[in-house]
């Protein structure tokens, strides 16, 4: 079975700082790949996904990742946060074919004005 | 649009309790799932339906947990007896079909005493 790993579980940053969270997955097959938020007192969130195509890929608010397929990676960033940004984000990966997303355990991350 | 909409958002039960959940998802979308998400973790998966049919519920503890999808539209997770244990967020997400974009209700958090 497929799994996920988050690099950090807590991050730190004040605000106008550039933003990278990592994510591996470990299927070698075909995979779509997401990133989901979710901010203080709301439900998880779409930020962005990629399923094929240019290898890196826009989200909402400032947000991009980038595929590696030979690192099995799928790094999220964010040049400049803002306070608004804290909340946690999850990584996530279904491999093609099926509709379960397997996740991540997660990344909190924490903007200081 | 509406959302993912479940309830009770909050429930605390002595243990050996029975407590049920309620999900109705986004119309339209045919599949649903219930995500258990444990303190400090990613949401893992329970139980996925196809309109009506459970079609991944290999992580469902069956000892005390079942789960109804009647008439393929809204869905109920129950736990009989509760333990301490099973204190977490359950979440309820659905989406349309081999999408794998799912879209998550706010969840309903149980703690057991």
């Known amino acids: 079975a497929q799994s996920v790993s988050q690099h950090n579980h807590h991050v730190i940053l004040s605000e106008a700082a550039s933003l990278e969270l990592g994510c591996n997955y470990s299927?070698?097959?075909?995979?779509?790949l997401f990133w989901y938020v979710q901010y203080p007192g709301q439900h998880l969130q779409l930020l962005l996904k990629?399923?094929?195509?240019?290898?890196l890929v826009k989200g909402i608010k400032g947000f991009e990742a980038e595929f590696i397929k030979s690192k099995f990676s799928f790094n999220l960033r964010k040049p400049s946060v803002q306070w608004s940004d804290t909340a946690e984000y999850f990584c996530?990966?279904?491999?093609?074919?099926?509709?379960?997303?397997?996740f991540g355990k997660g990344t909190m991350l924490l903007v200081s004005p | 649009e509406a959302g993912v909409v479940q309830s009770p958002r909050y429930k605390i039960i002595e243990k050996k309790q029975p407590v049920a959940f309620w999900c109705n998802p986004i119309?339209?979308?045919?599949?649903l799932y219930w995500y258990l998400q444990n303190l400090g973790q990613g949401p893992e998966l329970l139980i996925r339906?196809?309109?009506?049919?459970?079609?991944?519920d290999s992580q469902l503890p069956k000892d005390r947990f079942s789960a109804e999808r009647l008439k393929g539209v809204d869905s109920t997770l129950k736990i009989q007896p509760a333990e301490l244990g099973d204190s977490a967020v359950y979440l309820c997400?659905?989406?349309?079909?081999?999408?794998?974009?799912?879209?998550f209700g706010e969840g309903s958090r149980l703690t057991v005493l």
């Open positions: 299927y070698g097959g075909t995979v779509n």
């Open positions: 990629y399923f094929s195509g240019d290898p």
């Open positions: 997400a659905s989406s349309y079909p081999g999408t794998g974009e799912l879209f």
């Open positions: 119309s339209g979308h045919n599949t």
């Open positions: 996530a990966v279904r491999i093609l074919g099926y509709s379960t997303l397997t």
């Open positions: 339906y196809e309109n009506e049919e459970a079609v991944d």
